[in-house]
């Protein structure tokens, strides 16, 4: 029963999870939640999708996790995991067709690291965008953010391959993509700003060209209106629609 329209407190829960799927209970621009519909994509699993009203909360998706983010996972067996990298692990490893993460301890680790180490970089886009909604310099906070992105360029130079984990899509580039998505409501011109950074640039053209990242996505402009509305403390979390 998958249903784009969020579901708000009051709503009726879902019935169980069909045998032959899992269920993921998401937000349509979460970044966060869109790692794991990637993943779901990307790997082929079907799954049906309930998106939650992250500011009217179902009382019954509370009981599921009761932190009341988004995404959480269920299965048929009634398992529910939650949290964006540790869902799109489950994912990865209960379905092991088509594996995202590397098989080796080592490859594993490597992705684990520079997921931590980008995971230093997101809060920057956020801080741009706040202060420039202030009407605060951001001069130094963008040239901060150009640091970053040259780092991960270097990163891509070094290894002569054309996304993070080797010359195919793996786990990293997509625990990493939605935030690249969402440049253009920090910064003008969207992938623009990385002009500097000509392969870190070049992995985002080859990005767009993905299927999973092509089911996913919203347009910057969606992207811009509904983070506004967010920040304005009015979400309209079935923008679009």
Same mark, same amino acid.
């Given at each position: 029963?998958?249903?784009?329209?969020?579901?708000?407190?009051?709503?009726?829960?879902?019935?169980?999870?069909?045998?032959?799927?899992?269920?993921?209970?998401?937000?349509?621009?979460?970044?966060?939640?869109?790692?794991?519909?990637?993943?779901?994509?990307?790997?082929?699993?079907?799954?049906?999708?309930?998106?939650?009203?992250?500011?009217?909360?179902?009382?019954?998706?509370?009981?599921?996790?009761?932190?009341?983010?988004?995404?959480?996972?269920?299965?048929?067996?009634?398992?529910?995991?939650?949290?964006?990298?540790?869902?799109?692990?489950?994912?990865?490893?209960?379905?092991?067709?088509?594996?995202?993460?590397?098989?080796?301890?080592?490859?594993?680790?490597?992705?684990?690291?520079?997921?931590?180490?980008? &995971?230093?970089?997101?809060?920057?886009? /956020?801080?741009?965008?706040?202060?420039?909604? %202030?009407? !605060?310099?951001?001069? $130094? +906070?963008?040239?901060?953010?150009?640091?970053?992105?040259?780092?991960?360029?270097?990163?891509?130079?070094?290894?002569?391959?054309?996304?993070?984990?080797?010359?195919?899509?793996?786990?990293?580039?997509?625990?990493?993509?939605?935030?690249?998505?969402?440049?253009?409501?920090?910064?003008?011109?969207?992938?623009?700003?990385?002009?500097?950074?000509?392969?870190?640039?070049?992995?985002?053209?080859?990005?767009?060209?993905?299927?999973?990242?092509?089911?996913?996505?919203? &347009?910057?402009?969606?992207?811009?209106? /509904?983070?506004?509305?967010?920040?304005?403390? %009015?979400? !309209?979390?079935?923008? $679009? +629609?």
């Amino acid at each position: 029963m998958s249903s784009e329209k969020s579901f708000a407190a009051g709503s009726p829960a879902p019935g169980p999870v069909p045998k032959d799927q899992v269920r993921l209970y998401s937000m349509r621009f979460c970044p966060f939640a869109q790692r794991t519909r990637l993943v779901l994509h990307a790997k082929g699993i079907k799954f049906e999708t309930i998106n939650i009203h992250l500011k009217q909360k179902p009382d019954w998706f509370l009981e599921k996790n009761p932190d009341g983010l988004v995404p959480v996972i269920e299965t048929p067996a009634g398992e529910v995991v939650n949290e964006s990298v540790i869902t799109s692990v489950f994912l990865d490893e209960v379905y092991p067709e088509k594996k995202l993460l590397p098989a080796t301890p080592f490859g594993k680790a490597q992705q684990k690291m520079m997921l931590e180490h980008f &995971s230093k970089i997101t809060p920057q886009l /956020f801080k741009i965008s706040s202060a420039r909604r %202030k009407g !605060d310099d951001v001069s $130094g +906070l963008e040239a901060e953010l150009k640091e970053k992105f040259t780092s991960l360029n270097e990163y891509l130079v070094k290894r002569k391959t054309k996304f993070f984990g080797g010359d195919t899509i793996t786990f990293i580039d997509y625990m990493m993509w939605p935030f690249f998505e969402r440049l253009g409501i920090v910064l003008s011109g969207s992938f623009s700003c990385l002009d500097h950074t000509p392969e870190l640039k070049k992995w985002t053209e080859l990005m767009l060209e993905d299927p999973a990242v092509k089911a996913t996505m919203h &347009s910057t402009e969606n992207h811009k209106t /509904f983070y506004n509305n967010f920040l304005d403390g %009015k979400p !309209d979390f079935d923008y $679009g +629609l």
